[in-house]
C-alpha cells in the first residue's frame, strides 16, 4: 500500500493536555473497582506518649489525634519515632510490641498469663571504637503477627478485650497489647554509692494500644425469599439455607415441622440487621392450637411472645487446659449474653402452614466478632425458641435450635477490595469451630 493513501493526522492543539487525576468520581464518571491496598486507611494524626522523666517520648504516626489510644488492624505495621531531649550519654535504644492473654478462675483462684505477640528491634546501639552520639529522634516499624500459637494449635491474633463472670465459680479473662521504647543511659554515679534507686536510671515510655483487627463477608445478603402457596411456604434458593426441627406435641396431637432460613454463608456485619424467615407445617388442628404460642402477638398472648429468635454470645474461659475434666466435670466456666433479638411478620399462610419473615438488630456494644484464644473462646450463635408457659399444661413441648454464625466488623462492598482473599489485606479463618450442629462459618481479615 501506497503512504499517500494514508489518511492525514491533524497537528495536535496546544490547547489539549492531559486530564488532571482526581481520587473520587467527576459527575461524569464512575468506579468500576478499588484496590483496598492503595485505599488510605491510616489516619494523618499522630499519638504521642512521654515518659514519666519526660526524658523520651513515643511518637506514633497515621492515629486520630483525639483518640485515647492508638488503634491497629490486622497485620498493621506500629510506625513511629522514639524521641529522646537529652541523647548525651546514652548507650542503646529499643522498641518493643508485647500481648497477653490472662485468665483468672475467681473460685479456684487459679490462673494463666499466655505472651500473643512479641516483636522487638534495637534502634541504636553505641560504638565501643567510637564516639558517635545517639540520634535525637530515632525512626521505627515493626508489624504485628497475625497468628499466634499457644504451644499445641496456631490461631489468629485475638483483638484487644476484656470479659468477666462474677459469682462462684467466675471468671476474669483479659486481652491487652502495648508498644513502649526503653532509653538506656547508665547512671555516671560511682559504683559504690550507688543504691537499688539509682540503678534505675533506664528511660522508658509504654503505652497500651487497641488491636482491632478488621472482617468482612466474601459475599452481600441475599435477596428476601418470596413464600408460595404451592410450596407450602418460601420458594428455596442456594444463597439461602434451611435449617429444619421439629416441635412435639404434648399430649397426642400432630407435632409440628419447622424450617428456619438463613443466608447460605451465616456471615453477617454487625451493623446490618440479621435477615431471617421461619415456616411452620403441620395440620391445620396443630397450627390453630399452637398460635397462640406464636412468634406474632394474638388475642390470646397480646403482651408476651413465646417464640422467639435470638443472637446469644457465649464466652468461655479454660483456665486448666482445653477439654480438661476433674471429677467428671468439666472446667471451664462461661457466660452468655444476648446481643440481638429478632422481630418478626407475618409472610403467608395457608391450610396447613403459616410464614414469617424478620429481621435481627445487634446491639450496639458489639464491637469485635468471635474468636478462640488458647483458653478463651467467644463464639456467637442464632437461637430459635419456644418455650411455653406452662410445659405441663401446654400443647407442645419446648424447642431450642441452635446455629453457630459468624460476625464480622465491615459490610461487603462492590468496590473489589474483597477480591484479594489471599494478599495482604486478608488472613486465614478465625476459629475452625465444630461445636452443636456443625462448623461456624470462616472469616476473612483485612486491614
Known amino acids: ?60 504516626v ?58 522487638q528491634t534495637i534502634l541504636w546501639v553505641k560504638d565501643r571504637t567510637g564516639d558517635t552520639p545517639c540520634p535525637s529522634s530515632l525512626s521505627f516499624s515493626l508489624a504485628l503477627p497475625t497468628t499466634f500459637s499457644d504451644g499445641d494449635k496456631t490461631y489468629p491474633l485475638p483483638p484487644t478485650y476484656e470479659a468477666h463472670l462474677s459469682g462462684l465459680p467466675g471468671f476474669q479473662a483479659n486481652i491487652d497489647y502495648n508498644v513502649g521504647a526503653l532509653v538506656v543511659k547508665p547512671n555516671m554515679v560511682p559504683h559504690l554509692v550507688k543504691s537499688a534507686l539509682f540503678r534505675k536510671d533506664d528511660w522508658a515510655v509504654l503505652t497500651p ?29 442456594p444463597q439461602w439455607r434451611v435449617f429444619p426441627a421439629i416441635i412435639l406435641a404434648a399430649r397426642g396431637g400432630q407435632d409440628i415441622s419447622t424450617k428456619l432460613y438463613l443466608p447460605a454463608t451465616r456471615i453477617f456485619c454487625f451493623n446490618q440487621p440479621i435477615p431471617f424467615h421461619l415456616t411452620f407445617s403441620s395440620s391445620a388442628m396443630s397450627l390453630a392450637a399452637f398460635l397462640p404460642l406464636g412468634p406474632v402477638a394474638s388475642l390470646l398472648s397480646p403482651k408476651k411472645q413465646y417464640t422467639r429468635i435470638q443472637l446469644l454470645r457465649q464466652t468461655t474461659v479454660d483456665v486448666r487446659g482445653s477439654n480438661a475434666v476433674v471429677m467428671g466435670t468439666k472446667t471451664d466456666i462461661w457466660r452468655v449474653d444476648c446481643i440481638g433479638e429478632g422481630a418478626f ?34 463464639r456467637d450463635y442464632m437461637v430459635l425458641s419456644v418455650c411455653p408457659p406452662d410445659p405441663v399444661k401446654a400443647p407442645f413441648k419446648e424447642l431450642r435450635q441452635v446455629v453457630p454464625i459468624r460476625l464480622a466488623t465491615d459490610l461487603w462492598t462492590e468496590d473489589g477490595s474483597f477480591l484479594d482473599a489471599f494478599g495482604a489485606q486478608y488472613g486465614p479463618p478465625s476459629i475452625p469451630s465444630s461445636d452443636e450442629l456443625e462448623a461456624a462459618p470462616e472469616l476473612r481479615y483485612h486491614s
Open 1 to 60: 500500500m501506497s503512504t499517500a493513501s494514508l489518511p492525514g493526522y491533524p497537528a495536535p492543539s496546544p490547547q489539549l493536555h492531559t486530564p488532571s487525576y482526581t481520587a473520587s468520581p467527576q459527575p461524569h464518571e464512575y468506579r468500576l473497582a478499588m484496590n483496598g491496598r492503595l485505599r488510605p486507611n491510616r489516619s494523618p494524626g499522630e499519638f504521642i506518649k512521654q515518659g514519666k522523666n519526660g526524658g523520651v517520648s513515643l511518637r506514633l
Open 62 to 119: 497515621g492515629q486520630d489525634d483525639h483518640a485515647s489510644l492508638p488503634v491497629y488492624g490486622y497485620g498493621a505495621a506500629v510506625k513511629g519515632t522514639v524521641e529522646i531531649s537529652k541523647p548525651e550519654g546514652i548507650t542503646s535504644v529499643e522498641v518493643k510490641i508485647e500481648g497477653t492473654l490472662k485468665l483468672q478462675e475467681v473460685a479456684e483462684g487459679g490462673n494463666t498469663t499466655r505472651r500473643l505477640c512479641l516483636n
Open 209 to 237: 494500644f487497641v488491636y482491632h483487627p478488621r472482617t468482612r463477608p466474601a459475599v452481600p445478603i441475599p435477596k428476601p425469599l418470596a413464600p408460595v402457596a404451592s410450596r407450602g411456604g418460601f420458594a428455596e434458593t
Open 345 to 378: 411478620r407475618h409472610a403467608g399462610d395457608g391450610p396447613d402452614w403459616i410464614s414469617f419473615s424478620g429481621e435481627i438488630f445487634i446491639s450496639s456494644d458489639v464491637k469485635i466478632g468471635g474468636f478462640k484464644a488458647g483458653g478463651l473462646s467467644v
